[in-house]
T-cell receptor
Framework: NAGVTQTPKFQVLKTGQSMTLQCAQD?????MYWYRQDPGMGLRLIYY???????DKGEVPNGYNVSRLNKREFSLRLESAAPSQTSVYFC?????????????FGSGTRLTVV | TQLLEQSPQFLSIQEGENLTVYCNSS?????LQWYRQEPGEGPVLLVT?????EVKKLKRLTFQFGDARKDSSLHITAAQPGDTGLYLC??????????????FGTGTRLTIIP
């Protein structure tokens, strides 16, 4: 009963380094999302993919890129990490094109950029 | 500007007491969801309310959606230590391509003291 799996769980990067956060879901959901969570700011949407082959910007997309590799996988890439990108990143999926049916979240990636 | 305001931000009460947390907005939502998040984990969906005035019960938790679909409340009766966590509300609004997008509140951090 994996649900949404994120890797890695923890990562420390130096400023300017790049990395890709991986996310996979096994629930045959159409829609997938990337959020970041910062103290006092709540969860903010970075990018989402309503279905395989489509992606769209969320509230805070600058400095990030995404790839919807197939229906299961949705990756988030930081091309040149900055300290402001230190955060906890969550991937989520939902079974319909809207969230009325609820999101399933992964357990997060805690990223520190030094 | 935070679209969804949650109050209180922090709440610490004794086991057995009742409590209510609030989620308010000036925007109208098509649905509203409540999640609970524990340390080191992603949010877990508790309930979705869709109709203005709707009340849903989940054991000792009662959720209400405001008549105008702009606000919601979560009432916990006889709180237990297992209720400790971060409670997040999230409102759904129409996004691109006919999809809905969730906007999260900043959360209420609840601690139940045994």
């Amino acid at each position: 009963n994996a649900g949404v799996t994120q890797t890695p769980k923890f990562q420390v990067l130096k400023t300017g380094q790049s990395m890709t956060l991986q996310c996979a879901q096994d629930m045959n959901h159409n829609s997938m999302y990337w959020y970041r969570q910062d103290p006092g700011m709540g969860l903010r949407l970075i990018y989402y993919s309503a279905s395989e082959g489509t992606t769209d910007k969320g509230e805070v997309p600058n400095g990030y890129n995404v790839s919807r590799l197939n229906k299961r996988e949705f990756s988030l890439r930081l091309e040149s990490a900055a300290p402001s990108q230190t955060s906890v990143y969550f991937c989520a999926s939902s079974g319909r094109t809207g969230p009325t049916y609820g999101y399933t979240f992964g357990s997060g990636t805690r990223l520190t950029v030094v | 500007t935070q679209l969804l305001e949650q109050s209180p931000q922090f709440l610490s009460i004794q086991e057995g007491e009742n409590l209510t947390v609030y989620c308010n907005s000036s925007s109208v939502f098509s649905s509203l969801q409540w999640y609970r998040q524990e340390p080191g984990e992603g949010p877990v969906l508790l309930v979705t309310v869709v109709t203005g005035g709707e009340v849903k019960k989940l054991k000792r938790l009662t959720f209400q959606f405001g008549d105008a679909r702009k606000d919601s409340s979560l009432h916990i009766t006889a709180a237990q230590p297992g209720d400790t966590g971060l409670y997040l509300c999230a409102g759904a609004m129409q996004a691109n391509f006919g999809n809905e997008k969730l906007t999260f509140g900043t959360g209420t951090r609840l601690t139940i003291i045994p």
